[in-house]
């Protein structure tokens, strides 16, 4: 069983990175409210887990997620700046 105070802080762990992922939605290429409901919807699918150890590993898996996300933004400006400025010739 997992005490009050690691509870807590696994619970404003979980609450920031929600938040940090909601943010990084904004530009996500299907649109927000798409983003919004994915990930609404995976939060809410693991919203039951009680164990410290699942929760740190969906929190690990989260941070992939946004790692990932990040990676499709910058491909995206970086192919958005080749071709604005380089001749595919």
Same mark, same amino acid.
């Given at each position: 069983?997992?005490? *009050?105070?690691? #509870?807590?802080?696994?619970?404003?762990?979980? #609450?920031?990175?929600?938040? /940090?992922?909601?943010?990084? *939605?904004?530009?996500?290429?299907?649109?927000?409210?798409?983003?919004?409901?994915?990930?609404?919807? *995976?939060?809410?699918?693991?919203?039951?887990?009680?164990?410290?150890?699942? #929760?740190?590993?969906?929190?690990?898996?989260?941070?992939?997620?946004?790692?990932? #996300?990040?990676?499709?933004?910058?491909?995206?400006?970086?192919?958005?700046?080749? /071709?604005?400025?380089?001749?595919?010739?």
């Amino acid at each position: 069983m997992v005490c *009050g105070r690691d #509870i807590s802080t696994l619970r404003s762990k979980v #609450i920031r990175q929600y938040k /940090q992922l909601l943010f990084m *939605g904004r530009e996500y290429p299907r649109g927000y409210n798409y983003f919004r409901d994915k990930l609404h919807a *995976g939060f809410k699918k693991n919203a039951d887990l009680t164990k410290a150890d699942e #929760i740190e590993q969906k929190l690990k898996f989260a941070e992939y997620i946004e790692r990932e #996300i990040a990676a499709l933004y910058h491909v995206r400006k970086y192919r958005a700046m080749k /071709q604005r400025y380089y001749d595919d010739n």
